[in-house]
């Protein structure tokens, strides 16, 4: 996919809008802003975040019978976190997962993470988990 002046330009604008609302806001006001900017540049932009990805993980030289495709990833736990997750499988299946949660926690000196692949884009509308979908890749920044 390539990106054409119009693309560039509304992207360019929303980065801009971002440098300026962190100059701006407050903290919590910026991660409003992350938390819903970061998921909309993200599906504006999968095709291309997940050519880098495959390009990243050397996916073209090796045999695979999976699609990928990049989906917004919301990370819960100890600290939030929003990005991109690449996610492989079936096609069937990546055509039905829309979002990674990732959920993290602490146990004794254990910190553990889970990557769910879920049909839901949106945490609060009950989403459930997409099976035969493994996260082969993450992109991500912090609240």
Do not use: H
């Not at 884009?121 to 989403?127: A, I, L, V, W």
């Amino acid at each position: 996919m390539k990106l054409n002046r119009q693309r560039v330009a509304v992207i360019l604008i929303v980065c801009m809008v971002f440098a300026m609302a962190a100059a701006a806001f407050p903290s919590d006001m910026m991660k409003l802003v992350k938390l819903m900017g970061i998921p909309w540049l993200v599906k504006e932009n999968g095709p291309a975040i997940n050519k880098f990805f495959n390009k990243l993980t050397f996916s073209k030289s090796l045999a695979t019978t999976d699609a990928t495709k990049v989906v917004p990833i919301v990370s819960l736990g100890s600290g939030g976190y929003v990005g991109a997750a690449q996610v492989a499988g079936p096609q069937k299946r990546i055509d039905q997962c829309k979002a990674v949660l990732q959920i993290e926690g602490d146990w004794n000196s254990f910190r553990g993470n889970a990557l769910v692949p879920v049909d839901e884009s949106n945490p609060t509308k009950s989403p459930k988990r997409v099976p035969a979908v493994g996260v082969s890749a993450i992109l991500e920044i912090k609240l």
